[in-house]
Nanobody, 125 residues
Framework: QVLLAESGGDSVQAGGSLRLSCAAS???????????MGWFRQAPGKERELVAG?????TPYYADIVRGRFTISRDNAKVYLQMNSLKPEDTAVYYC??????????????????WGKGTLVTVSS
């Protein structure tokens, strides 16, 4: 079974930094061919939103609200999110995600997408 395991969430003061980590484990064919990995977040009462992602080729993309403060990086089936200059508005549960690549995607051994269970980031003013 493919699993995504997140870590790094914590409570920090505004202006502080955190580094989130996510590691995929399981079927080698699946986790070695993710087309993209990244991070979403969801605050209470709000919709889940994209924070950052990175393609298999290494090209990152960011939500406007975090661009310049957050940096995403990837090492094979691991993805990281360096978060600097944190603001109270960044408070949310952060979820790691991964998108398998065809022909593996959507098969019994490799689903359509994978999500971690989330790690809580709390930024106080």
């Amino acid at each position: 079974q493919v699993l995504l395991a997140e870590s790094g969430g914590d409570s920090v003061q505004a202006g502080g930094s955190l580094r989130l980590s996510c590691a995929a484990s399981g079927d080698t064919n699946c986790i070695s061919t993710f087309s993209a990995m990244g991070w979403f977040r969801q605050a209470p009462g709000k919709e889940r939103e994209l924070v950052a992602g990175i393609r298999s080729g290494g090209t990152p993309y960011y939500a406007d609200i975090v661009r310049g403060r957050f940096t995403i990086s990837r090492d094979n089936a691991k993805v990281y999110l360096q978060m600097n200059s944190l603001k109270p508005e960044d408070t949310a549960v952060y979820y790691c995600y991964a998108e398998p690549q065809r022909p593996h995607k959507g098969t019994q051994s490799c689903g359509e997408e994978y999500w971690g269970k989330g790690t809580l980031v709390t930024v106080s003013s």
